[in-house]
């Protein structure tokens, strides 16, 4: 792996990854489907990793034959999830100091998640870190969900950046594939969500960190 201020961008993923969210999903998920009368399936976390907000969407309502519209479900976790993102949600330990790092040495950043826009230019305002991207892509814009690599490319394209010049920084095995198809370098960040073992992430990364300050040169 090359040093920090040797690449041409370096792409973010955001739950997991920048924000320490992931632990709200699954919460989320089982008090939706309560709403309905139903109990959530041991497999839905997976069947549904690296899908966009709106993939998502359209999953729950063909799997659970929900009478709601995709938007109508979207706006009932848009609802269930600000609150959290604004009051809950903490950085991941360490972003805040790699962000100001990278910035100072004027290398682009940008974002690529699965989540919708609304919910993460929340997340990011709130936590006063928006302004450290050149670009955000997120869910619903028209981006096949993860692990396609096509935010991963659009992002670095946006940037003016090589995608093999790029580095990725993910949480989870199919975010992580994504990156690599796109021809990035790969930093995994741990997180007590991602559904793979830590030898599979690993495996797939250039690096596996805990906390960002592991990466800034002295």
């Keep these: ?14 739950d997991g990854t920048l924000l320490d969210s992931m632990w709200m999903w699954k919460d989320i998920d089982i008090r939706f489907l309560s709403q309905h009368g139903l109990d959530m399936p041991e497999d839905l976390q997976k069947e549904i990793e690296g899908m966009s ?7 729950f309502k063909e799997r659970f034959r929900l009478q ?5 479900i979207m706006k009932v976790w848009n609802d269930m999830t600000m609150d959290s993102y604004v009051n809950d949600v903490r950085l991941k330990p360490g972003a805040r100091d790699l962000l100001r790092y990278l910035k100072a040495h ?3 950043m940008g974002i690529a998640t699965s989540n919708s826009r609304e919910l993460a230019m929340a997340a990011l305002k709130a936590h006063r870190i928006e302004d450290c991207f050149g670009t955000v892509l997120t869910g619903g814009e028209g981006f096949a969900g993860k692990p396609a690599p096509d935010m991963f490319l659009e992002a670095a394209r946006r940037l003016g950046a090589d995608p093999e010049e790029c580095l990725a920084m993910e949480d989870v095995e199919a975010g992580a594939v994504a990156a690599l198809r796109a021809g990035m370098e790969v930093v995994v960040m741990q997180d007590d969500w991602c559904l793979a073992p ?8 250039d690096r596996y960190i805990t906390d960002f300050r592991e990466l800034i040169e002295e």
């Design 53 to 59: 907000f709106a993939e998502t969407a359209v999953y």
């Design 106 to 108: 004027g290398v682009p």
């Design 1 to 14: 792996m090359r040093k920090l201020t040797d690449y041409q961008a370096v792409i973010f993923d955001m």
């Design 68 to 72: 709601m519209s995709v938007e109508a």
């Design 198 to 205: 830590p030898e599979r992430m690993k495996e797939i990364s």
